[in-house]
């Protein structure tokens, strides 16, 4: 009786040791909690995740720093389990965070467009430094003429007339920001480019080694990433970034990092929420359903 429960608890350790390695470097699981993901994953289901689709990240990398075994990128499309990266979680160690699972739709380098709740619009990929054409009434000339004295634009030169006598100028993204913060509710701009959205901003996804030009609009985003993920300090003064006790117009940023999305935009586990995700929290690609109540679903792929 005696050598059957040593044999039994052996082989119980050996299960316990077994089931460790694998999840610790191959394959981990986890469960989709919300409707986020819907319709490619479902609420409830269990999700294996592929920890070498992106090179396997060694274990505590909290204690052993953070290294990969065969590194390779996040594509956009792609489905990743990923650490939380929010400020909430700043204090925890990093293997120690609550995951989430998102859609990867913004690379390191890419630009997105994205609005007001910060959701990519799709439209056309604009720099903050690309000219586009704005028209406002022939009456608020003299109000726009005061506006550009006092954004500094005040040589930038009316380019024409439309058939109706509205006046036409030329604004950078960045430059008609600026304009229009200040005019407010004063003047109606129209824009020639029927595509382009007041409330639609370019964001750049910071690549290693890249700088990052500093805009009104991504301020607070950049000053969030660099305290949280670049280990300096840093805040925000009206629109100026401050690092390190100094004002600066750009950053380089240390890591590559990613925007996450959830299919649903009403769900806001993504980098709506938490801002970019850096390459260092990212642990895997969801890669095939093993639990699920729906028929027909069972060892799915995941796409």
Known sequence: ????????????????????????????????????????????????????????????????????????????????????????????????????????????GDTLMLNREMIDSGDEVLSPDSKALYVYPASKEDLMRVILDAVGLKENPLI???????????????????????????????????????????????????????????????CNTIVSHEGKQAGVRGDTLWVEGKPVSSFTFSKDYYWMASNDPVNLCDSRLFGFVPEDHVIGKAWRIWYTPYKGRFFQRIQ
């Open 1 to 108: 009786m005696d050598n059957n429960w040593k044999i039994g608890l052996k082989l119980a350790a050996l299960v316990v040791v077994a089931v460790w390695l694998v999840k610790t470097f191959l394959v981990t699981s986890c469960f989709i909690p919300s409707s986020g993901m819907e319709n490619t994953l479902y609420q409830g289901e269990g999700v294996l995740v592929n920890k070498w689709s992106y090179g396997l990240r060694m274990p505590f990398p909290s204690f052993l720093g953070y290294h990969r075994i065969g590194s390779c990128e996040v594509e956009k499309g792609d489905i990743v389990l990923f650490n939380d990266p929010g400020a909430t979680q700043r204090n925890k160690r990093l293997e120690w965070r609550r995951v989430f699972i998102s859609r990867c739709i913004g690379t390191p």
């Open 160 to 222: 024409g007339y439309t058939e109706d006598g509205g006046y036409i100028r030329s604004f950078s993204h960045y430059e008609f920001y600026l304009v229009s913060q200040k005019a407010g509710q004063r003047i109606d701009f129209v824009s020639l480019n029927s595509k382009l959205s007041q409330e639609v901003h370019p964001y750049v996804v910071p690549r290693k080694g890249e700088s990052v030009k500093v805009y009104p609009w991504n301020v607070v985003l950049l």
